[in-house]
C-alpha cells in the first residue's frame, strides 16, 4: 500500500497552502531561533531533514554553515536549489528518505521543523527516523525538533475548517482517533470547476512520548519548549519544541 507521503502529486497540490508566502517571511527568524537552541555557530555543519523547498537551509548557510538539505520530494529539491542560488549560497542537497539517510558523527546539528515527524503508520519507522538524526550527529550535537503537540492541538482542536489563497477554497476536516495519537486530514481543494481531494496522516506526539522515544534511540533531552523562541510549554504554547543532544 503507498503511504501518502509518497505521492508527489499529493505534495504538489498542498504546497501553495503549506509554504504560502508568509511562511517564507518567516524563514529567517525561525532559522535564528534554531541556531540559538542548537548553540550552532559559523562553520558548523547542520542537517536540515527533511528540507522541503529549503526555507531554512538556505537561511543558514547564509549565516555561514555548512547545510546538507534532505527531502524524498523531488520538487521541493529543485526549489531549494533555486533559492539557495538566488540567494548566492550552496547548500547540499539530497534526495532520500528520512528513515534511511544518516551519515555518522558528521553534524554538528540536526534539525526537524515544521511538524516534520510521524508520517509513518509503525512506529518502529518513527524510531528508525530518529535513530538516523541521532547517528548522524557529532558526540554532544543537538537535534531540534519542532511539532504539534498533542498537548497545544487539544487546546485548538477544530474539526472543520477552510481557508482561501489565490482563488482556491480548501476545506480542511480533522479526525483524531480516540486515544489522540493519530490524526487524520482530508483536504479539499476547490477552484472554479476544478475539484480535488487529498488525505494524508500524522502521529501525534505529546512531551513525555516525545522525550520518551528519543530517550530510546540515545538522545538527552536538555529541553522541552512551547516556542522556538524558547516559551515555556505549558497552556500558553504554540508548539512543541523538543532540543536533545548526542551523549559524547
Known sequence: ?????????????IEPFIFAEKMYQNAPLEAEQAIALAGLKPSDRVLDLPCGPGRHAVELAKRGMSV????????FLRRARDRAASAGVAVELVQADMREFTRPGEFDAVLNLYTSFGYFRDPADDRRAARAMHDSLK???????????????????????????????????????????????????????????????????????????????GFVVERVLGSLAGAAYDATATRLVVVASRPT
Open 1 to 13: 500500500m503507498a503511504e501518502w507521503f509518497d505521492d508527489d502529486a499529493l505534495w504538489a497540490d
Open 139 to 217: 558526540p554532544g550535537g543537538r537535534l531540534v525538533m519542532d511539532l504539534m503537540g498533542r498537548e497545544v492541538l487539544a487546546r485548538q482542536f477544530r474539526q472543520r475548517d477552510w481557508r482561501e489563497h489565490e482563488g482556491t477554497i480548501l476545506l480542511e476536516e480533522r479526525t483524531l482517533a480516540p486515544d489522540w495519537t493519530w490524526i487524520d486530514n482530508r483536504w479539499l481543494m476547490l477552484k472554479g470547476d476544478q475539484r480535488r481531494e487529498v488525505s494524508f496522516w500524522l502521529r501525534l506526539y505529546g512531551a513525555a512520548d516525545l522525550s520518551a522515544l528519543l530517550h530510546q534511540v
Open 68 to 75: 546538507t538539505g534532505v527531502d524524498r520530494t523531488a520538487a
